[in-house]
């Protein structure tokens, strides 16, 4: 994926992983974990929306519709779906400053990283 679509998924990787900068400054501030697992969830639900809204159709609709169905909300998931996962709150604050593992294939648009690798 040249451009464009791929351009723009860089720029939410890259503001994803920012976030680590957040979570440094507010561990370093003494914050407890979950308020620090709150505000960072927030914040990259928050990302995912803006960069979902700069997305062109159909990508955006295909990147909703993976999304809804892995996590049965095209916002991803929720914390209350996380904790009920088993995740500690510390949990919940590191992978907010992971971006999840997608690349694009062009045939079938989004899909993880594993499933476009072990296509060839």
């Not at 451009?3 to 723009?8: E, N, S, V």
């Not at 503001?15 to 900068?21: I, K, S």
Request: hydrophobic share 35%; glycine share 10%; with cysteine.
């Amino acid at each position: 994926m040249s451009g464009g679509a791929g351009d723009l998924r860089a720029a939410y990787e890259a503001e994803v992983h920012a976030l680590d900068g957040e979570a440094q400054r507010m561990w370093a501030e003494g914050h407890a974990p979950e308020t620090i697992a709150r505000h960072l969830h927030a914040r990259r639900r928050a990302l995912a929306n803006a960069f979902k809204a700069r997305t062109p159709e159909p990508m955006r609709s295909l990147i909703e519709a993976r999304t809804l169905r892995a996590h049965g909300d095209v916002g991803g998931p929720s914390i209350a779906t996380l904790r009920a996962r088993g995740c500690s709150w510390e949990d919940i604050a590191q992978s907010a400053c992971r971006p999840g593992r997608l690349t694009f294939d062009p045939e079938r648009g989004p899909v993880p990283a594993q499933e476009r690798d072990d296509r060839g």
